[in-house]
């Protein structure tokens, strides 16, 4: 376990990663079909898991239960802000929210966010989202829709101390197509087998290059 943080505030902190796989990515829908677009969201979800758990307790935040070991479940069907709202409820503060998309985080990424001190702590994304959110203080969650620039005022307008960290892992979500030029680079380089896509990822980064 990465322990170059407050070693206790590594078992006190709970993980939260929301899911869907109903219909996954559909900023992806062009080039990957159903199909391959819930096989790429749970290979993205267990790699985001298993670094999550070198910092914390990881709870997955879905509709369902599905199948990924190691974790517990929070079963909600409320829409995104809503679940992660009754997460926090259950699990309490300090807690750390990530995205399932991140698939190429490391446990000193996460890390360098856990060992911020500050009440907030906002990671961005590379679309004006927050791709990484940990809360000492709570505040209202607003995702969806330019949320870093949102959940930096609703801390500040409460008075809460708050860092923002820029962190290139966390910050590279995979979204659209030409995300997957990003992931293709590092299966690539890994000789990873994505679940029978890595072909279909290698054709679409040849696309999206031109």
């Known amino acids: 376990m990465f322990l ?3 070693f206790l505030e590594v078992f006190l902190i709970k993980v939260l990663v929301p899911v869907c796989l109903e219909n996954p990515k559909t900023g992806l829908s062009s080039v990957l079909g159903l199909h391959e677009r819930r096989e790429l969201t749970l290979w993205m979800l267990r790699r985001v898991v298993d670094v999550a758990s070198e910092v914390g307790d990881v709870c997955v935040v879905s509709p369902d239960e599905l199948g990924v070991g190691g974790v517990d479940y929070i079963v909600s069907e409320e829409e995104l802000n809503l679940a ?4 926090i409820d259950r699990v309490g503060l300090p807690v750390l929210i990530l995205p399932s998309d991140i698939p190429l985080v490391s446990p000193s990424d996460l890390g360098r966010l856990v060992g911020c ?3 907030v702590v906002v990671a961005p994304g590379d679309r004006g989202g ?3 959110l940990l809360l000492r203080k709570r505040i209202k969650l607003q995702y ?6 949102k959940h930096r005022c609703s801390a500040l307008e409460r008075g809460y101390s708050l860092k923002t960290i820029w962190i290139d892992s966390v910050f590279r979500d995979i979204d659209e197509p030409c995300d997957l030029n990003y992931l293709s680079r590092f299966v690539i380089k890994n000789d990873l087998e994505l679940n029978g896509l890595l072909e279909k990822i290698q054709s679409v980064d040849l696309r999206c290059n031109g």
């Open 130 to 132: 927050t791709n990484g």
């Open 84 to 87: 992660l709202e009754g997460a």
């Open 4 to 6: 170059g943080f407050g």
């Open 117 to 119: 001190g500050e009440d």
């Open 144 to 149: 969806n829709g330019g949320s870093c620039r």
